[in-house]
């Protein structure tokens, strides 16, 4: 502040007049302020002198006599944006009636939502990581929420059996090789039901035995699909020399030895005593034997010649005859020879090393067993609770001599042979010939489509 300015506001010697005059010189003065200044004031020495005081003497000035400027008399009104050009300022005494704006009108709102507390500024870098965190973490909540969600019926396509239990057992070896990959021993699975299939004759004598001719080709193209699956669980086998009983000749070219497996692997279902399914259609048979006397036993014996869902059945069909009966099974002979109508092959064992068994492969069978058998039911007292054999069957072994010291000299009850009865049954057994001991168990039961005839 000049010198001039100082003492300006020290003496307070000026009048309104004066200051008035001050700011009308300068062009600070609002043009609506009244009145017009006369000439004789215009004419004193005091605007000559005045240029020479500056903005904040006048500021200080107007301070010191607050009731005597309106408000922003010191600086000049300027258009704000959207409101229109500036209109020019009005002279008093012009005959122009002055308007007073109309009264703004105050509608009535909802209120504003109350701004959240303790919200951070979005311009600081912890606001912006704290939002970029709170983004992630509501995407990885969508992720976990739509791999939870049950699966929409109508996207998810139908799988047919065969296509599922593909894809159970990929899922079951993806899950094998990760905990591989982690280095943990492996121990060998399970596999599961395969799909196997009871082939029907489609011949001539069988027509009517289908409504329509696309019907009898639809089943011959099952029989022939079968016959192709078999052949590969062969080679399977062939190929890692799993046949028990069976040695196959490694030595053989591989012209030579084309033609041997070629031959080979399309005798699943073959009968004769030289095929590579014969020592197993023998120990298949001997387990159907053992089955049967556990199951007419009641013996623990069950559990470790069964495996889901067949143990159920044959536990029930155990303990559903009285315990106070006696039962005694017996085979006869075969109807007709034990015949494998269908042959799938897996790995089971997938460790680096080889088992000691020496072979990963694991093995499932639908055989048909069309034998001849009786069972004989006995009382507490040894009486024969079932139908006797016709005399003509009837051939009872000598009754055996009484022990020494049994005091009633009574002989035991002599046995009565049951009428012999044909039993046709097709049940999958399954073997897990990676595993060192394995033996084959009853893994499932099935029955013949009604009206059909099996192919073989």
Known sequence: ????????????????????????????????????????????????????????AVAAIWAIMP?????????????????????????????????????????????????????????????????????HEKARQARVEKRLAPPDPAATPELSDEERQVAHLKTMLDYRESIKKKGILL??????????????????????????VAAAYAQFLKNMTNEGKNAFAMRHIAVSDSFPGVKLDRT????????????GIFQAQSLKSTSWVAPMRQEMLEQYIKLNTAVAQDSPRITALTMPPFRADAAALARARPAEHRYVWAFHREVTPTRILSLRAADGAFDKALPASGTRVGVQALVRFDTEQSVEIYDTHGRALHAPAPTAEAQPPPPPPTPLGSGSGKPPPVPVPAARRRVTEYLVLDKAMYELGAQWRFRARFVPAPGRTVAV
């Open 252 to 263: 053989r070219n591989w012209f030579s030895s084309l033609f041997h497996y070629a031959r």
């Open 1 to 56: 502040m000049s010198a001039f300015s100082r003492h300006m506001v020290k003496s307070a010697a000026l009048t309104p007049a004066v200051c008035c005059c001050c700011c009308c010189w300068a062009g600070a003065c609002s043009a609506a302020w009244p009145p017009p200044l006369p000439n004789s004031m215009l004419e004193s020495p005091w605007p000559m002198v005045l240029p020479m005081a500056t903005e904040p």
């Open 187 to 212: 121990p060998p699975i399970e596999l599961p039901l395969l799909d196997h299939a009871i082939p029907y004759a489609v011949g001539f004598r069988a027509r009517r035995e289908y409504p329509s």
């Open 67 to 135: 009731g005597a400027w309106p408000a922003g008399a010191l600086r000049r009104r300027r258009p704000r944006a959207g409101r229109g050009p500036a209109t020019a300022p009005k002279q008093i005494g012009s005959s122009a009636a002055t308007t007073k704006p109309a009264p703004k009108q105050i509608t009535a709102s909802a209120p504003a939502p109350p701004a959240p507390a303790n919200l951070p500024s979005q311009n600081t870098l912890r606001s912006r990581l704290i939002l970029a965190s709170v983004r």
